[in-house]
């Protein structure tokens, strides 16, 4: 797939924590954790392992749950 045809992978479960130091300035990271593509890919994989949908490997098995993801990705519009 070429990076045209990629669909918008945002973060999956963003968090921007705010630390106050000790002198009382407020900090703030941000965290993108991981991506939505990959949350999909692994709810993907965890479904197909689920009902013993098996593949030529893990490797093959792990190309599968990514496809799916793209796919998902591409039906919420991104």
């Known amino acids: 797939m070429s990076d045209e045809s990629k669909p918008v992978n945002p973060p999956a479960f963003p968090s921007t924590p705010t630390v106050t130091t000790a002198t009382g300035i407020k900090l703030e990271d941000h965290y993108p954790g991981m991506t939505l593509r990959d949350y999909f890919a692994g ?26 993801a793209d796919d998902m990705l591409k039906a919420r519009g991104g």
Do not use: I, K, R
């Not at 593949?55 to 799916?68: K, N, P, Q």
């Open 43 to 68: 709810q993907a994989l965890a479904g197909m392992l689920a009902h013993g949908v098996s593949h030529e490997g893990e490797a093959v098995a792990a190309e599968v749950a990514y496809s799916y």
